[in-house]
């Protein structure tokens, strides 16, 4: 099967692996760590971070994290201090992507900002000592839901695809988490409705595992033994390749799983497997959408997986669609506001803000629709549209596809 294969992009510094706590010396190596983003002054990260340019806490941004955890290896402060802090990162990665470490310094001296990773050590280490953010018991709560699932839901894991005879083995596998399997259930659906047009046999696992990054940041321990299961089911079934229908799950595959093991088949995400179907004529888009939309690039594809071409090009094969980008170098910037992991839950408020600007973003172009290829993008712009009474409606891609293909 052509198409966009995995790309890994992975920066892993063993060095995080050591726990901090109270009282417990910084090693040398995360002190220079941290010391080279104080050192930058830049302060570009700050441009980016929609936190901040919501609430203007500087201690959220990529230099803030970096420039306490610094404070604290000089003994001014201890870990057990950065309890708020440590709400304040979504995860989007813009941050790493602007910092001059990583544009300047990255590739040669091995010196790259990873942010995200910093941010998910400090959670887990606050954790670890009985201090964890504020408001974690809201994503306890949330956890304890997935793993609650994971012992006892059976047959409902795959209810959504009961009416489909989906075989649970085959060369081609795709795979669905449980965000998807119990609250986004469309989006697989309509995933599989697609692959079936074109007449790609494929199958699911029966009973997946947990992948929720909030595992990650809190026991990563037993999220690394999901991963394990997973990449072991998937294998066992056949699957020589692996479609990805939640962009959280993508990046954790092509670029955290490897920090830990070997990902033994390829990994594609649905929009590059779709434009693949189509650039080899077997989907064909008979009918037009006739709407102004314009389209929200998911963090974990975009920012995190440089992978921002095939929505574009599937929206741009849609007669029809008058569609407009609000960022000409391509939109990467800003999130919507649910964050890749756990920020949504420690802040709601703030998570809302977020959302909001960027849905009044879209109407600064007199939109109708905002096209997304994500699920958790997909729920929160619902939600922040609900509550907002925001014109723009939000709208997964996959949605349009099914219509210009004419599948029922």
């Not at 936190?51 to 870990?79: I, P, Q």
Request: a negative charge; charged letters at 25%; one cysteine or more.
């Amino acid at each position: 099967m052509g198409g966009k294969m995995s790309k890994q992009f992975i920066s892993k510094k063993n060095f995080y692996d050591s726990p901090l706590e109270d009282g417990s010396a910084v090693s040398a190596e995360l002190r220079r760590d941290c010391y080279a983003v104080f050192a930058c002054r830049h302060k570009f990260c700050r441009d980016v971070c929609p936190v901040y340019l919501e609430e203007r806490a500087e201690g959220g941004t990529s230099y803030g994290f970096h420039s306490a955890l610094l404070a604290v290896s000089e003994g001014h402060g201890v870990l057990s201090e950065m309890v708020d802090t440590s709400q304040l990162c979504l995860e989007c990665g813009a941050c790493q992507l602007r910092c001059p470490n990583t544009l300047y310094t990255g590739d040669f001296y091995g010196q790259t900002t990873t942010t995200i990773d910093l941010v998910r050590k400090i959670r887990r280490d606050l954790i670890a000592q009985g201090t964890p953010p504020t408001n974690w018991e809201n994503v306890d709560k949330y956890i304890q839901e997935d793993l609650d699932r994971e012992k006892t839901a059976g047959d409902s894991m795959v209810r959504w695809a009961e009416d489909f005879d989906l075989p649970v083995s085959g060369q081609t596998m795709m795979f669905v988490d449980y965000f998807n399997a119990f609250q986004t259930t469309d989006v697989p659906r309509s995933a599989v409705k697609i692959l079936k047009k074109a007449g790609v046999k494929f199958g699911i696992l029966d009973k997946p595992f947990p992948t929720l990054g909030e595992l990650y940041e809190s026991d990563k321990k037993l999220w690394v033994s999901f991963a394990k299961e997973n990449c072991k089911k998937l294998k066992n079934a056949g699957a020589e390749t692996v479609i990805i229908v939640n962009p959280h799950d993508y990046i954790f595959f092509t670029s955290e799983y490897p920090k830990y093991f070997k990902v033994p088949f390829d990994v594609i995400y649905v929009t590059d497997y779709i434009w693949s179907l189509y650039e080899q004529g077997k989907l064909l888009f008979e009918n037009e959408i006739n709407i102004k939309a314009t389209y929200h690039d998911p963090c974990t594809l975009n920012k995190q997986s440089l992978s921002w071409e095939a929505p574009r090009k599937l929206i741009s094969a849609i007669a029809g669609i008058k569609f407009d980008a609000d960022d000409r170098v391509t939109q990467w910037d800003y999130c919507c506001g649910n964050g890749l992991n756990s920020f949504k839950r420690l802040l709601p408020d703030v998570s809302y803000k977020v959302g909001l600007k960027r849905l009044s973003l879209a109407e600064e172009l007199e939109v109708e629709q905002l096209i997304v290829a994500c699920p958790h993008c997909l729920d929160q712009f619902t939600e922040v549209q609900t509550k907002s009474g925001s014109s723009i409606q939000p709208v997964h891609i996959l949605d349009l596809v099914i219509k210009a293909a004419g599948i029922e």
